[in-house]
């Protein structure tokens, strides 16, 4: 559950000073603090312009742009800049470069060309990280740090150089302690893959077949804990000049080697970066409608709300066409404002976006920005300047919610490891019950497993792959206090170290859940997937289950295919609450059955019907956002008494009303 202090949501840019003539740095700073604007993040990328040549360290034009932004009230957000590393410093140290699994090495050119294993780079990031917090240790002007730049970008967290070759042994020895343990841990006898020392191990480099799962898996959690580590580095070197500081990192959307919540413990607050235009088109399955390719996935870019948590900033927010994904369809209008609504609503404190002005250099040329490279507005910056005024009048504690959604990324790194169906995919699984409670009004806490229940309701568990029995304790104990639970397939099926349980799924979960998996099966399109559940026939796909019930009562069968008649969807009481445990993949109307029938158990209130895939509510400090990603007006019905803070009933197009009526007062009509 969230808790917190009031706040009035904050807007601001990514400005790059150093890419402009120092004469225009004030105009700059005076139309953003014209707009509203109150933060600016500065220094991104700046390594080269910071210390051209090594040793030549200057400050003298980052402290221009400070001032200049200082003087027209703006407060200011710096990043380590060590997401570039200087053509200089590669040529002095190539062992820095990052190497591709057949052993490409990933050169200078663009960016997080760097190994988090690399000594040397190390020593180069603690060099030029101290040297600019203890530069600004007492400049009232800049109030937190963002560490690097977007962990991960462009494939990056998984290096499979020398440096982390021997990283990864390290890391091997301190897990396990000796090569027997591992082997075992692993079940190396497998296609004659045992290790006689740690020396022996190698990264998962390029071979001939699949490599062994386990491998797989522990090269995944060594690679974040080797990300986390570096980001320590830092978080530490900036804490120790001035613990006033936030320190800060901006994550990515959908996001999956890297695990957020592990990470973020090292953080004040988590950041990310928003593209939704952009997330429909290369970080989803499906082709994005065209309603979606002017104004994304509204459930997309939420679950990413809601998985950083609150608070959280946005530290990129999308402020116009984009040039990265296939195509940059220009966003519907007022989009740009509709995106800030939504993530202050969803606990969000702060929306940047990302950048002040389109460039004219480089490979980003292509990515708008608040204002055109000749300087002139943009929709975003009007866009932004609205937006700015109606934050203004709001004063907000984070959301407080009783419903939880379970997000595991070392689950979702073994399932990679062995997906048994090529559209196998975690967070798309994960996605559909997220997308059935919204679509039903109700907000969603996304939290590791370990998080503490005591707070909730109701909580939905999507593949718990390697349960053990510290989870299933964990989860039978909310359940006894009253809490209802709902676990999805593919839960309990392997061991921490992702080999097959001796036991049949859900392994540590059995007792809980009253039931057993005897069979599975993956299914393409072309075979029958559908199911029965109380009484009524629903679709399902690529993955299911025949379960076998003990304690546990059958509420679904399948309904077709060799599975025909089997149990699919089974319930069980325990305690003063209740599990229920779905062993197929639902589409729209199953995940919609499951979830209703989930919320009436645990008592919380939902929408009489589903909202259209188009418009959501959101709910934070008495205020409900009507949020309307659709290219046309919708109608709300409310209670009489009901008061509009930004907007009225009707919503328009690519808008935003806010109301002081609880979501499941609500409903939706199209105009």
């Known amino acids: 559950m969230s808790s917190g202090d009031h706040t009035s949501p904050q807007v601001g840019v990514c400005y790059f000073p150093e890419h402009w003539p120092r004469d225009r740095w004030a105009t700059d700073a005076a139309q953003m603090a014209d707009a509203g604007l109150e933060v600016v993040r500065l220094a991104e990328f700046s390594w080269s312009t910071i210390e051209p040549e090594r040793g030549a360290v200057s400050f003298e034009w980052l402290d221009e742009a400070v001032e200049t932004l200082a003087a027209e009230g703006l407060d200011v957000v710096l990043c380590t800049p060590t997401a570039t590393p200087p053509k200089w410093l590669v040529d002095e140290h190539l062992e820095i470069l990052q190497a591709e699994q057949d052993g490409t090495v990933r050169g200078f050119g663009s960016r997080r060309h760097y190994c988090f294993n690399s000594g040397a780079y190390r020593e180069e990031t603690e060099r030029i990280v101290d040297a600019l917090a203890t530069h600004y240790a007492d400049n009232d ?45 692993w079940g190396t006898t497998f296609w004659s893959q045992r290790y006689g020392s740690f020396a022996e191990v190698d990264p998962p480099r390029h071979t001939p077949a699949e490599h062994h799962p386990s491998l797989l898996l522990d090269y995944a959690r060594f690679s974040h804990d080797s990300v986390a580590a570096y980001n320590r580095l830092q978080t530490g070197l900036l804490r120790d000049a001035n613990d006033d500081w936030f320190v800060t990192h901006n994550f990515m959307g959908d996001f999956g080697t890297l695990d957020a919540h592990d990470l973020s413990e090292d953080l004040d607050f988590p950041s990310w970066d928003s593209y939704p235009t952009g997330f429909v088109q290369d970080r989803r399955e499906g082709e994005a409608t065209p309603a979606e390719l002017r104004t994304g996935d509204p459930d997309e870019v939420s679950l990413n709300h809601d998985r950083y948590g609150a608070p959280f900033w946005v530290m990129e927010q999308q402020p116009g066409d984009v040039n990265w994904p296939p195509y940059a369809p220009q966003p519907g ?182 039931a057993t998996v005897a069979r599975h099966e993956s299914l393409p399109e072309q075979l029958d997937t559908s199911v029965t559940y109380r009484g009524e026939r629903y679709d399902y796909r690529t ?16 309904a077709g295919g060799v599975a025909e008649g089997e149990p699919a969807v089974v319930t069980n009481d325990h305690g003063a609450g209740s599990v229920a445990y ?12 499951l979830v209703t029938d989930l919320l009436d158990s645990a008592g919380v209130a939902y929408t009489d019907a589903r909202l259209p895939e188009t418009v959501r509510f959101a709910a934070r400090d ?25 907007g009225g009933p009707e919503v328009p197009a690519v808008s935003v009303g806010v109301v002081d009526s609880a979501p499941a007062e609500l409903s939706v009509e199209r105009d």
């Open 543 to 558: 993955f299911g289950e025949w379960l076998t019930p003990d304690a546990a009562s059958v509420e679904g069968r399948h």
């Open 622 to 646: 008495g205020h409900t956002w009507v949020l309307n990603f659709g290219l046309e007006a919708v109608t709300v019905t409310a209670p009489s008494d009901a008061t509009w803070t930004v």
């Open 582 to 593: 779905c062993g197929v993949w639902p589409e729209a109307g199953l995940a919609d059955a």
């Open 141 to 185: 002007a800049v109030i937190g740090w963002q560490t690097d730049n977007e962990y991960g970008v462009h494939d990056t967290i998984r290096c499979y150089c020398d440096d982390c070759a021997a990283a990864f042994r390290e890391w091997l020895a301190e897990r396990y302690g000796d090569p027997e343990t591992l082997n075992e841990a």
């Open 333 to 514: 209008e007022g989009a740009m404002r509709l995106w800030a609504h939504q993530a202050v609503a969803h606990g969000g404190d702060a929306v940047l976006y990302f950048r002040w002005r389109r460039c004219r250099q480089g490979q980003e040329q292509y990515h708008a920005g608040l204002r055109r490279h000749d300087g002139s507005a943009d929709r975003g910056y009007h866009d932004a300047d609205h937006v700015a005024s109606e934050f203004a009048d709001l004063d907000l504690e984070p959301p407080e919610r009783s419903v939880a959604l379970l997000d595991a990324f070392e689950h979702d790194w073994a399932l990679s490891a062995h997906p048994h169906a090529p559209d196998f995919d975690y967070w798309t699984h994960a996605r559909a019950y997220y997308r059935a409670l919204r679509a039903r009004g109700v907000d969603v806490d996304v939290v590791p497993p370990d998080a503490d229940l005591g707070g909730y309701e109701a909580v939905v568990a999507p593949t718990l792959y390697l349960a053990d029995e510290t989870l299933a304790d964990q989860l039978a104990s909310f359940v006894e206090n009253g809490g209802h639970l709902l676990v999805t397939l593919r839960s309990g099926v392997k061991t921490p170290a992702n080999q097959l349980r001796e036991g049949l799924p859900p392994g540590p979960l059995t007792e809980l859940v009253g």
